[in-house]
C-alpha cells in the first residue's frame, strides 16, 4: 500500500538495557508509540519491528505521549509485559520526568494535588477541577534561566542549544518569527524535575499550566491564543470558551505551533505555506512538503528515570538537550541522585489510602476521596 505520513524526527529509539524479558528504550519525542490516525509505520512499534523482524510482536508496557520523549518499557512476551504492567498500574513504580517550563519556578518542594478532569475527549483536553480524578504531583526546580540585557534595550533570548553545538546561523524569517515570539521567553525560563504520584493524562502539564508555569513551548497548555494572557494559571477561564477557542484552530493546526498570539497568525500562515517544497510524489502526485522544525517534534518533557519501589531495577537517561545550560552559560550537565522527603512521604500516603480503600471496600462502606476542593 502506498500512503503519506506525518513525517518523525530521525533521531534512532535508544536502548537504554535489554534483557530476556524486556527492553527499556528512550523514545524520541514526536514518535507515537502505537499506530493511530495518519501514523502507521512511524511509530515506535512498527519502527521497532522493521529493526527486529516483521514478525517479533513489541509489548509496550507503559504509555508517553507522542510529543514527550524518554523512558519506556517494552516486553518481549505476555508474562512479562503483564508484570511490568501490573507494577506500572499498581503506583509500585517511581518516575521522574524533567520539564522545561516558562518563567521562575518556586524553589523548594512543591506538591500540586489538584483533581484533573478531561473537559473534551474530542480535543483531548484535560483541567484541573473539583469534579475530576485525583492527581498529585511533586516539583523540584534544577535550574533557572533569565533573559540578560546586554545593553540597554537589548535582550539574549535563550534557546536550547547545547554547550557542544555548533553554531548555526538563523535566516532573516526565523529572527523575525522570534521577535514576534518573545513574549513567550521574557520571563526566561526553569528545569525542573517532575515526580507524578498519579497517572492521569496530561498530569505534568495539567499541574504546570495550573501552577502558572506551564511548558514553554506546550501547543496546547501554553497556548495563548487559547488561555489569555495568564495561560489558564489557577483554573482560569470557562470551559466552553477553551473549547471552542481550540476548536476553532483544529488540533492539527495546534499541534503544529509553538504558540500562539493574535499578532502570530498572519506570519504563521505564511510559514505554513514555505513548507511546500513545490515538488509532487511521482506515484500519487501528492504535494510534498519539507521537513518539520525542532519545535514541532515535541515538547520540552522528558521521562528522565523510572524505579521498582522493592529496588529489584533503576533505569535512567541522561538530561536531553533542552535541559542542558544555554551556549555560555555555567548551569547543570547533569542530575545527582536525590531523595526528596516530601515525594517519599506523598508516596506513602497514597499506599495507605489505597489500603483504607481496599478495606473499606471489603465491609461495603464507600471509598475514601482525598480530592479536597480547589482553592
Given at each position: 500500500m502506498h500512503r503519506h505520513e506525518p513525517p518523525v524526527t530521525a533521531r534512532p529509539i535508544g536502548i537504554v538495557h535489554e534483557d530476556d524479558d524486556v527492553i527499556v528504550i528512550n523514545k524520541p519525542a514526536g514518535v507515537p508509540v502505537h499506530p493511530a490516525g495518519r501514523y502507521n509505520?512511524?511509530?515506535?512499534?512498527?519502527?521497532?519491528?522493521?529493526?527486529?523482524?516483521?514478525?517479533?510482536?513489541?509489548?509496550?508496557?507503559?504509555?508517553?505521549?507522542?510529543?514527550?520523549?524518554?523512558?519506556?518499557?517494552?516486553?518481549?512476551?505476555?508474562?512479562?509485559?503483564?508484570?511490568?504492567?501490573?507494577?506500572?498500574?499498581?503506583?509500585?513504580?517511581?518516575?521522574?520526568?524533567?520539564?522545561?517550563?516558562?518563567?521562575?519556578?518556586p524553589e523548594g518542594d512543591i506538591e500540586c494535588?489538584?483533581?484533573?478532569?478531561?473537559?473534551?475527549?474530542?480535543?483531548?483536553?484535560?483541567?484541573?477541577?473539583?469534579?475530576?480524578?485525583?492527581?498529585?504531583?511533586?516539583?523540584?526546580?534544577?535550574?533557572?534561566?533569565?533573559?540578560?540585557?546586554?545593553?540597554?534595550?537589548?535582550?539574549?533570548?535563550?534557546?536550547?542549544?547545547?554547550?557542544?553545538?555548533?553554531?548555526?546561523?538563523?535566516?532573516?524569517?526565523?529572527?523575525?518569527?522570534?521577535?514576534?515570539?518573545?513574549?513567550?521567553?521574557?520571563?526566561?525560563?526553569?528545569?525542573?524535575?517532575?515526580?507524578?504520584?498519579?497517572?492521569?493524562?496530561?498530569?505534568?502539564?495539567?499541574?504546570?499550566?495550573?501552577?502558572?508555569?506551564?511548558?514553554?513551548?506546550?501547543?496546547?497548555?501554553?497556548?495563548?491564543?487559547?488561555?489569555?494572557?495568564?495561560?489558564?494559571?489557577?483554573?482560569?477561564?470557562?470551559?466552553?470558551?477553551?473549547?471552542?477557542?481550540?476548536?476553532?484552530?483544529g488540533k492539527d493546526e495546534v499541534a503544529e505551533a509553538v504558540a500562539y498570539h493574535d499578532e502570530m497568525v498572519e506570519e504563521y500562515n505564511k510559514r505554513k505555506a514555505e513548507k511546500m517544497t513545490g515538488e509532487l510524489c511521482p506515484t500519487c502526485d501528492t504535494p510534498l512538503y519539507s521537513d518539520p522544525g525542532v519545535h514541532e517534534l515535541g515538547i520540552y518533557l522528558h521521562a528522565r528515570r523510572y524505579a521498582c519501589e522493592g529496588g529489584r531495577w533503576d533505569y535512567e537517561t541522561a538530561l536531553p538537550d533542552w535541559a542542558l545550560p544555554p551556549s555560555s552559560v555555567e548551569g547543570l550537565l547533569g542530575v545527582t541522585p536525590k531523595t526528596y522527603p516530601l515525594v517519599d512521604a506523598v508516596q506513602d500516603l497514597n499506599l495507605e489510602t489505597k489500603a483504607k480503600t481496599a478495606e473499606a471496600s471489603e465491609v461495603g462502606r464507600p471509598p475514601i476521596n482525598r480530592a479536597g476542593p480547589l482553592p
Open positions: 509505520y512511524n511509530s515506535v512499534v512498527e519502527i521497532m519491528r522493521a529493526e527486529r523482524g516483521m514478525l517479533w510482536n513489541p509489548m509496550p508496557c507503559n504509555r508517553l505521549d507522542r510529543l514527550t520523549s524518554g523512558i519506556m518499557f517494552i516486553a518481549k512476551h505476555t508474562r512479562a509485559a503483564e508484570d511490568l504492567g501490573m507494577q506500572i498500574k499498581t503506583r509500585t513504580v517511581k518516575k521522574e520526568y524533567i520539564a522545561r517550563v516558562k518563567g521562575e519556578f494535588s489538584q483533581p484533573i478532569l478531561q473537559i473534551s475527549p474530542k480535543l483531548g483536553l484535560n483541567r484541573v477541577r473539583a469534579n475530576g480524578k485525583e492527581a498529585r504531583t511533586v516539583f523540584k526546580r534544577l535550574a533557572y534561566y533569565p533573559p540578560t540585557k546586554l545593553s540597554e534595550g537589548e535582550e539574549i533570548v535563550y534557546d536550547y542549544v547545547p554547550t557542544n553545538a555548533p553554531k548555526k546561523m538563523k535566516t532573516e524569517r526565523e529572527l523575525q518569527r522570534e521577535a514576534k515570539m518573545s513574549w513567550t521567553k521574557k520571563e526566561g525560563y526553569s528545569i525542573v524535575r517532575c515526580f507524578p504520584l498519579t497517572g492521569r493524562t496530561h498530569q505534568i502539564r495539567v499541574h504546570l499550566q495550573f501552577l502558572g508555569h506551564p511548558i514553554s513551548n506546550d501547543p496546547i497548555y501554553c497556548n495563548q491564543r487559547v488561555w489569555g494572557q495568564n495561560l489558564g494559571k489557577g483554573g482560569e477561564g470557562e470551559d466552553e470558551d477553551i473549547i471552542a477557542r481550540l476548536s476553532r484552530m
